[in-house]
């Protein structure tokens, strides 16, 4: 089994609407694919009624986050959507990502950069506004060569000269609500430090006893001596090591299924969730 745990789509900041990645990713010989957009699960519906035959969808989420100022992003799979609680506590978080794009987009103009919030808008398309869209925007104006360069501290990068802060889950909360929601919890790709700062591996361990399932592992940011570290800290634990493409459609260089799960890994999480589970495709349409 092929099993790609980390997608994004025209949701959030993926390039791909929920059906063209699903299509793709049976395209690229997937047997499980897990839809994650940030903060939100809007979707997910569209995902499963494009899925076809032979591909299973896993149902998730990247929630933002934020632990003594670091920034990190949590992965969960498999809660009951409609559970009340973390419903309203994921619109809260993606309701406050529109106020937040205007204002990196007043601070790039404060810098002579002429990004209107009507273009950055319109690449959103109804998807999760974020920073990649706003890079993108720079992208077509000459600014920056690629989305990447756009995150470094001269431009949007965390404490860069344009970015402006956000609402965010603080991640014992996120693994408190997906859990109450029958979910299971991932740390994302914790050790990407082209990304900025990272979490401590105490504060791993501190995640780990409060009831993290899980760590990324196998993920395009991480090289090989941080993916051996992080295994080593995943049995340390007692954490599932899993492994994703961070898959964003044209606006990163990852494939899908650049890197993958094991599938006792997959197994198990979802033999932890009860609040939802995995779909497989009938053919879609």
Do not use: Q
């Amino acid at each position: 089994m092929r099993i790609d745990l980390h997608t994004h789509s025209t949701a959030s900041d993926g390039t791909d609407t929920p059906a063209e990645l699903v299509r793709n990713a049976a395209a690229a010989g997937l047997d499980v694919v897990a839809l994650t957009d940030h903060d939100g699960v809007g979707g997910h519906a569209e995902a499963i009624a494009a899925l076809p035959a032979g591909l299973t969808l896993v149902t998730g989420a990247e929630l933002s986050c934020r632990l003594d100022g670091v920034p990190l992003h949590m992965l969960a799979y498999l809660f009951d959507a409609a559970e009340p609680e973390f419903a309203r506590a994921r619109d809260f978080v993606r309701d406050d990502r529109e106020p937040r794009a205007r204002e990196m987009v007043a601070r790039l103009n404060a810098l002579g950069v002429p990004v209107t919030w009507e273009r950055v808008a319109a690449i959103a398309a109804g998807g999760a506004v974020g920073r990649p869209h706003v890079a993108t925007a720079m992208v077509e104006l000459g600014v920056v060569a690629t989305v990447s360069d756009a995150f470094t501290p001269e431009w949007l990068a965390d404490d860069g000269r344009a970015y402006a802060g956000k609402h965010e889950f603080d991640p014992f909360e996120a693994i408190r609500l997906v859990k109450a929601a029958g979910g299971v919890t991932v740390l994302a790709h914790p050790l990407a430090l082209k990304r900025g700062r990272c979490v401590s591996e105490s504060a791993i361990a501190e995640l780990a006893s409060a009831g993290l399932d899980g760590i990324e592992v196998d993920h395009m940011d991480h090289d090989a001596p941080t993916r051996a570290r992080l295994r080593g800290l995943a049995a340390e634990l007692g954490l599932l090591p899993t492994g994703s493409s961070d898959y964003h459609g044209s606006r990163k260089t990852c494939g899908l299924g650049e890197f993958t799960t094991d599938p006792e890994i997959y197994g198990e999480i979802t033999r932890r969730a009860t609040g939802a589970f995995p779909v497989p495709g009938a053919g879609g349409r």
